[in-house]
């Protein structure tokens, strides 16, 4: 069973910077691929961003340029640098674990095996 703890959180006024880790257990963190999600109240969960066994990396449109996913498979990390934070950037994120072969142009979260249990962000303007 893999598990994911996700921290750094917290309450951030807007325009500041968060960095979110998430640290996954096991012995073969470098064979996923791993993803960043994140759910507002009363939304559906939405991709973020997510990152290759290879650390090549894709972020959803409404983050670009913001928002930067980095892994060290040596710590079995993968983190989320977020800056420039807005208001509707505050939401529950998560960071999951996809063990299959497919690319990480698959961003709908059926994708992705394995969840943590979310860190909360909150954005105050």
């Known amino acids: 069973q893999v598990q994911l703890v996700e921290s750094g959180g917290g309450l951030v006024q807007a325009g500041g910077s968060l960095r979110l880790s998430c640290v996954v257990s096991?012995?073969?963190?470098?064979?996923?691929?791993m993803g960043w999600f994140r759910q507002a109240p009363g939304k559906e969960r939405e991709f973020v961003a997510a990152?290759?066994?290879?650390?090549?990396?894709r972020n959803a449109d409404s983050v670009k340029g913001r928002f930067s996913i980095s892994r060290d498979n040596a710590k079995n990390t993968v983190y989320l640098q977020i800056n420039s934070l807005k208001p509707e950037d505050t939401a529950v994120y998560y960071c999951?674990?996809?063990?299959?072969?497919?690319?990480?142009?698959?961003?709908?979260?059926?994708?992705?095996?394995?969840w943590g249990q979310g860190t909360q962000v909150t954005v105050s303007p």
């Open positions: 999951a674990v996809s063990s299959s072969d497919r690319p990480i142009s698959y961003t709908g979260s059926s994708f992705y095996d394995y």
């Open positions: 096991g012995r073969t963190f470098r064979t996923y691929n």
């Open positions: 990152i290759s066994r290879g650390s090549g990396t």
